[in-house]
C-alpha cells in the first residue's frame, strides 16, 4: 500500500499540469480528462462495477458505467477522480500497461490496494489538503459541517466525512451502518484513539438502543440526538454522554454514524485521569 503522502504528490502533480491551484475546487472533471488526452465515454458495464480504465489501439480510455443509477454528479466527479488516479500513480500505470483493463468498485466499497490508493488519490485531486483544512476550521463534528464542504468542493458526502477523519484534531468516531442493521465499520479520530481504548466495532450487528436502529428502520437522517458513548461501545471507560447524528446517503444502503463526546463529561474525565497521574 502506497502511502498518503506519496499520492497526495501524485494527486498535486496532475493538478499543477491541469492548470490548477492549490485551493481552487476542480471544476469540470470531463474537460480535465478529455485536456489530458483521455478518451472518455460512458456505456454499460456490469452493474457492480463504476468505471473502467482501458488501453486500446495505443488510445487511453476511461469510462463511467451508465448502470450506476441514481448517485449524482458528485459520485460521478469522484470516480472520474479515481479512474485519473489508476493512470497518473506510476505503479496502477505499469499495471494497466500489463493488463490492458481495470474495472473499478464503487467509491470505498473495496479494500483492494489499488480500489483504496485510486480513491486517496480523486480526494487528494478534488480537495487538497491545505485547501481542505482551512474550510474545516472552527467548524464541529457535524451532518451540516459535511454538506457544507462536500459542497465547497463537489465530492460526495462519504469522500468528505473520510476526508474529514483524517484531517480533524476533534475528538470524535465515525461508524458506518448499513439497512441490514449490521456495523460494517468505525473511524475514531487520532484523538479519540488516544484518550479512549474500546474493543472495535467490526461486522458486528447494530445494537437496538441506538437512536440509529431507529433511523434505519424509518430510512431517514437525523441531527444531533443526546445518547451514551456506551450505547455504542460496551467496553467504553466511562459514563458519557454524547451526540449522536445519522447521515443516510442514499446509495449502496449506507448510513454513517457522528458521534462526539459531550464536552462537560469530556473534560470531565479528563480532569479526573489527570488526577489519577
Known amino acids: ?24 475546487p476542480v471544476g469540470d472533471i470531463r474537460e480535465i480528462i478529455e485536456k489530458q488526452e483521455y478518451i472518455y465515454t460512458e ?47 506510476p505503479a496502477h500505470f505499469e499495471k494497466l500497461q500489463e493488463i490492458k483493463l481495470h474495472r473499478s468498485a464503487p467509491e470505498g466499497s473495496s479494500a483492494a490496494d489499488i480500489e483504496r490508493e485510486a480513491d486517496k488519490f480523486s480526494i487528494y485531486f478534488l480537495a487538497p489538503i491545505q485547501s481542505y483544512q482551512k474550510q474545516m476550521l472552527g467548524l464541529d463534528f457535524s451532518i451540516p459541517t459535511i ?35 449490521e456495523i460494517e ?26 437512536m440509529t436502529f431507529d433511523c434505519i428502520k424509518r430510512k431517514e437522517s437525523s441531527m444531533g440526538v443526546d445518547s451514551f458513548m456506551s450505547d455504542w461501545y460496551s467496553d467504553f471507560p466511562h459514563k458519557m454522554a454524547c451526540t449522536e447524528s445519522v447521515l443516510r446517503l442514499g446509495y449502496n444502503g449506507k448510513y454513517l454514524v457522528f458521534l462526539t463526546p459531550e464536552s462537560a463529561d469530556y473534560n470531565m474525565y479528563l480532569e479526573e485521569t489527570d488526577q489519577r497521574d
Open 1 to 24: 500500500m502506497l502511502c498518503d503522502l506519496l499520492i497526495s504528490n501524485y494527486a498535486s502533480e496532475l493538478r499543477s499540469i491541469a492548470g490548477l491551484s492549490d485551493s481552487e
Open 43 to 89: 456505456k454499460s458495464l456490469p452493474k457492480e462495477f463504476a468505471a473502467e480504465s482501458k488501453i486500446e489501439n495505443s488510445g487511453f480510455h476511461i469510462t463511467f458505467n451508465t448502470e450506476v443509477k441514481g448517485f449524482g454528479e458528485k459520485f460521478h466527479r469522484f470516480t472520474m477522480g479515481h479512474e485519473l488516479g489508476h493512470w497518473n500513480i
Open 147 to 181: 454538506e457544507h464542504l462536500s459542497g465547497h468542493f463537489n465530492i460526495s458526502d462519504y469522500a468528505a466525512i473520510l476526508h474529514f477523519m483524517q484531517l480533524t484534531d476533534l475528538t470524535c468516531s465515525l461508524i458506518v451502518c448499513n439497512e441490514k442493521f
Open 185 to 210: 465499520w468505525e473511524r475514531r479520530s487520532d484523538r479519540m484513539k488516544d484518550t479512549f481504548k474500546m474493543t472495535p466495532l467490526k461486522k458486528t450487528k447494530l445494537p437496538e438502543r441506538t
